[in-house]
T-cell receptor
Framework: DTEVTQTPKHLVMGMTNKKSLKCEQHMGHRAMYWYKQKAKKPPELMFVYSYEKLSINESVPSRFSPECPNSSLLNLHLHALQPEDSALYLC??????????????FGSGTRLTVV | AQTVTQSQPEMSVQEAETVTLSCTYDTSESNYYLFWYKQPPSRQMILVIRQEAYKQQNATENRFSVNFQKAAKSFSLKISDSQLGDTAMYFC????????????FGKGTKLSVIP
């Protein structure tokens, strides 16, 4: 299995809703990432988990709450989002030592629309 | 701080022709890695090619090759025998700083292959 699987592929939510994005990989990668990508822009790093511990939080608002329950799974919990949070949310993973040899493996993303 | 600059927002090429995408970067680190990622309309970020800064030999992957000019801090991507499936956004990315796991992306170049 050489994939990062993200669900759902599309999500529409109201500003008062609570929803979660899910990311899963079975490549033995121990670093996992959340990126936010607006249209025609490069991905922006949000969070990094290394060995299931949060190692980087790029000053993301608290309405985004990441969780890494185990080495294969990464969640992003969403609550009270704003319309400007509408974007493509990408998950990625990498091998903790060989990540520079193989780069980062990205999922296909969740297209989030906040109404 | 490190930066990555892609000066060509959009490019087009005839099928079977060759095209070169430009990228310049800046970093104070002596050891770093450079990547080209492709993002087709399917949204998934796909690693195209990588280059280690301490290796003078330019990387090659089938129809894709790079021209790495370390002194000029330039890292261009050449696509030979362009195919319709090469139509995508191409992002140049830089990694430096051991353990930080952070990629810095350029703004991207939208490449269209014309039949």
């Amino acid at each position: 299995d050489t994939e990062v699987t993200q669900t759902p592929k599309h999500l529409v939510m109201g500003m008062t809703n609570k929803k979660s994005l899910k990311c899963e990989q079975h490549m033995g990668h121990r670093a996992m990432y959340w990126y936010k990508q607006k249209a025609k822009k490069p991905p922006e790093l949000m969070f990094v988990y290394s060995y299931e511990k949060l190692s980087i939080n790029e000053s993301v608002p608290s309405r985004f709450s990441p969780e890494c329950p185990n080495s294969s799974l990464l969640n992003l919990h969403l609550h009270a989002l704003q319309p400007e949070d509408s974007a493509l949310y990408l998950c990625a993973s990498s091998h903790p030592i060989r990540h520079l040899n193989y780069g980062y493996t990205f999922g296909s993303g969740t297209r989030l629309t906040v109404v | 701080a490190q930066t990555v600059t892609q000066s060509q927002p959009e490019m087009s090429v005839q099928e079977a022709e060759t095209v070169t995408l430009s990228c310049t970067y800046d970093t104070s680190e002596s050891n770093y890695y450079l990547f080209w990622y492709k993002q087709p309309p399917s949204r998934q970020m796909i690693l195209v090619i990588r280059q280690e800064a301490y290796k003078q030999q330019n990387a090659t992957e089938n129809r894709f090759s790079v021209n790495f000019q370390k002194a000029a801090k330039s890292f261009s991507l050449k696509i030979s025998d362009s195919q319709l499936g090469d139509t995508a956004m191409y992002f140049c990315a830089l990694y430096s700083g051991a353990g930080s796991y952070q990629l810095t992306f350029g703004k991207g170049t939208k490449l269209s292959v014309i039949p």
